[in-house]
């Protein structure tokens, strides 16, 4: 289980606080009011054991993005962050001509 820390006005009070996103990302998330945000992989597997490599790249991936949305200051949403690159939304994929060769400096 990873964890971040945002800013707790980028956090919006509801009453659900534990959200499953798509099964594609396979991650759940705990969104704390005081900015806690707690990620871990959405699988079967005992509580005790070891997730996947593939499983925690995922987690890091989504943590990352929850970073970068309270670097930029936006306000963390869980229905947001349910929309993921990838998941059958076109306008969602890559930029033209954006490759890591090109995106390196």
Do not use: Y
């Not at 871990?40 to 790249?57: K, N, Q, T, Y």
């Amino acid at each position: 289980m990873l964890w971040a820390q945002v800013p707790h006005v980028l956090i919006r009070r509801t009453k659900q606080r534990f959200h499953a996103l798509p099964a594609d990302v396979g991650v759940s998330m705990l969104v704390a009011a005081n900015g806690l945000v707690w990620l871990s992989p959405a699988d079967d597997a005992p509580a005790d054991a070891v997730p996947a490599p593939d499983a925690m790249r995922r987690v890091a991936r989504v943590r990352n993005s929850i970073l970068l949305l309270a670097q930029a200051f936006i306000q963390v949403r869980p229905p947001g962050l349910r929309t993921w690159p990838g998941s059958g939304d076109p306008r969602l994929g890559r930029a033209p001509g954006l490759t890591r060769a090109s995106a390196s400096i």
